[in-house]
């Protein structure tokens, strides 16, 4: 109950040791020192560095998409926020054909502006959407891309009430009203079940903004399918036990004080206990190359901590609501899911489905997500795709050289194959 206290209360009686440590590199990296690039000044400082880091509290980063390169010219990316709730923004990524440099040819405006667009819905998992943007950056090769950024837990009121499953589903549907009809949605993990729910409820309903196809990447439809070390311990938890032991009030002096979350950081703690020496050796290897000045190391070092040591606090009814029903109740593909009393029926949903899984997730094993073939029974044969990527784990299902050059060209032939009918007579 009262982590986020004593997390806050930590980083006060940090302050001391880091000012110190600041006052070493200050002092021990001058160049004005004549010892500074001696060994153990060297070393005063890496160790100076790491401390800060290993201790710091990390900041929501930015996007930073300023451009793509398409058919080797360079196109500038406009971001906006399209829409905004208390506990989302729909960030929108537009290529700008309308800067693109004059010897660029007519054909390629012409067809960047005839390409699909998308709508990526990014997981609520421990840390900031921005985790995606490779993702994204990805994907605006081939159409322009909404994308869901969820907002930390602790930021946002009391007043603002509570935000679950059904929220979730809801603003899914949101975000497609507001990106309009003929996108195409994409769930990453786990935001899978709740675009099948969204989905399904817009197929039912004949709704004009149901996507124009739905792909979705390594997320939790039936975690009974080939389940992993995650997946039992969700099962063989008790729900009372999860709540007592993961969710905690937020501490007077934040936007969301007295709210109940579940912590980024007990989360990321999970990641990281299932790959502890991994992690180990990634800041063993880091210190070393500050004290060599490996600058190459060091920068992929920084880039990659600084966006997976940035944490976002979970909505502790969404939480809950989902260890519930989509790992132990299973209740999704039991067809027994209920969200603001009306039945999630995926025999509904008759749009075009794509489902891509990593040979190596540890994770969401494989068939976890392809079991959604199985379950939407509406969909004709015609309109089914299934990947397996064999080298690819969790992460690099979304992310990394296996993501770029196998997994995502997948999905823009996919999309583009049904937003262009004059394709499917070919």
């Known amino acids: 109950m009262l982590l986020k206290f004593w997390h806050d209360a930590s980083q006060a009686a940090l302050m001391p040791a880091r000012a110190a440590a600041a006052m070493t590199a200050a002092v021990w990296g001058n160049e004005a020192n004549p010892l500074s690039q001696t060994p153990g000044a060297r070393m005063l400082v890496a160790g100076a560095d790491l401390f800060d880091r290993l201790t710091r509290v990390y900041p929501k980063p930015e996007w930073n998409i300023r ?17 905004e709730t208390p506990f989302y923004r729909l960030v929108r990524f537009t290529r700008d054909t309308s800067a693109l440099a004059p010897s660029a040819a007519a054909a390629l405006k012409q067809r960047l502006a005839g390409q699909p667009r998308g709508v990526l819905v990014t997981p609520m998992s421990g840390h900031h959407s921005t985790l995606l ?65 969204a989905v399904a409820f817009m197929s039912e309903d004949a709704d004009d903004c149901k996507p124009r196809s739905l792909t979705l990447m390594a997320g939790p439809v039936d975690t009974r399918v080939n389940p992993q070390e995650c997946n039992a311990f969700a099962t063989k938890t008790s729900l009372a036990l999860f709540k007592t032991n993961m969710l905690h009030m937020v501490p007077f002096g934040h936007d969301g004080f007295s709210r109940m979350v579940m912590p980024g ?31 190459e190391a060091i920068r992929k070092h920084r880039e990659f901590y600084d966006e997976y040591n940035a944490l976002l606090d979970l909505q502790g009814k969404f939480y809950t609501e989902t260890i ?61 795709a299934y990947y397996v990527e064999p080298e690819a784990g969790h992460y690099g299902v979304f992310n990394g050289k296996l993501w770029r050059a196998n997994i995502a060209p997948r999905i823009a032939a996919f999309q583009t194959k049904w937003d262009r009918p004059s394709l499917l007579a070919a």
């Not at 451009?67 to 990316?77: A, L, M, N, R, W």
């Not at 009203?177 to 994409?186: N, S």
């Not at 209740?331 to 995926?346: C, H, I, Q, T």
Request: net charge negative; with cysteine; glycine share 10%.
């Open 133 to 197: 943007r490779a993702t994204a950056q990805e994907m605006l090769k081939s159409g322009d891309v909404y994308v869901t950024e969820w907002k930390c837990a602790s930021t946002v009121p009391a007043a603002a009430g509570e935000f679950g499953l059904a929220d979730n589903v809801a603003h899914i549907r949101r975000a497609l009203k507001v990106a309009g009809p003929g996108c195409h949605l994409t769930a990453v993990c786990q935001p899978s079940p709740a675009a099948l729910a």
């Open 265 to 295: 950081l007990l989360q990321q703690a999970g990641f990281v206990g299932q790959n502890l020496a991994k992690h180990a050796n990634a800041h063993i290897d880091y210190f070393w190359a500050l004290v060599t000045g490996a600058q």
């Open 324 to 384: 519930d029903v989509i790992f132990q109740r299973h209740l999704l593909p039991k067809g027994e899911l209920v969200l603001d009393g009306r039945r999630v029926d995926l025999s509904k949903i008759d749009v075009p489905l794509l489902v891509i899984e990593g040979g190596k997730d540890d994770i969401c094993g494989v068939g976890q997500t392809s079991a959604a073939h199985e379950l939407c029974t509406g969909i004709p044969a015609a309109k089914r």
């Open 67 to 83: 451009e793509v390169q398409i058919d080797g010219h360079t196109v500038p990316i406009r971001e906006e926020i399209a829409d």
